[in-house]
């Protein structure tokens, strides 16, 4: 009876990380769009920044070749998704910062997923859960850094502790024994709720401020 669940959870893992990677691209997109690069380097960084987070992940656990190495797939995905956002945004007007909300859903998504590839491989939960924040948040890392801004974990309201914050989650409803589907869904939803409520209200952690 367990070879069933476990496909069934690796079917899921696979379904949920195209589509994490499809948000990060057009995440990526909607950022490089206000720097006026052409399609080409627009897919380039939709790309990168896509399977980035993974790709680290991999490396750290040494699950090599890393996982788009084996299934193409992922790079098809991210650069669909970059070039219909591409030719979407020049026809429409995009606010500036609206690639913050595909961004928080993004970062719910990659979190939960390297989370889950770490359990998988029966690592120390603490390690599983700082995959899940690498998985989460270096994608956006990378983009940042092609797109030349400051990343976005350095200036701005809670976002890697939103990923911590799931990705522990995540990992006590499993040892609890709660069913791994409903665990995924409900660190996902308290990432992306942490994430845009500190948006919305401007919540940060304490920081650190020069002397006068």
């Known amino acids: 009876m367990r070879a069933p669940v476990r496909d069934t959870n690796m079917s899921l893992i696979h379904t949920l990380d195209l589509c994490a990677v499809a948000v990060c691209a057009i995440t990526a997109t ?3 769009h206000r720097r006026d690069l052409d ?6 960084i939709a790309v ?9 992940r991999d490396i750290l656990l040494g699950r090599l070749p890393v996982y788009w190495v084996h299934d193409p797939i992922y790079v098809v995905v991210g650069i669909a998704a970059s070039v219909a956002t ?17 961004d928080a859903f993004g970062l719910a998504l990659f979190t939960v997923i390297g989370t889950t590839v770490a359990l998988n491989l029966q690592v120390h939960w603490f390690i599983a859960a700082l995959m899940g924040v690498i998985t989460g948040v270096f994608g956006g890392v990378i983009r940042d ?9 350095f200036r701005t309201d809670i976002y890697a502790t939103a990923s911590l914050v799931g990705a522990l989650l995540l990992i006590l409803l499993d040892t609890l024994g709660l069913e791994r589907l409903s665990s995924i869904l409900i660190a996902m939803l308290v990432t992306v709720s942490l994430r ?6 401007h919540i940060h952690l304490p920081r650190l401020r020069p002397h006068p």
């Open 30 to 32: 909607l950022e490089a």
């Open 39 to 44: 399609l080409f380097g627009v897919a380039v």
């Open 48 to 56: 990168i920044a896509g399977i980035g987070g993974g790709t680290v």
């Open 86 to 102: 591409f030719f979407l945004g020049r026809r429409l007007s995009i606010p500036k910062n609206f690639f913050l909300l595909p």
């Open 145 to 153: 850094i092609l797109c030349n801004e400051v990343p976005l974990i």
């Open 196 to 201: 845009l409520a500190a948006i919305r209200w």
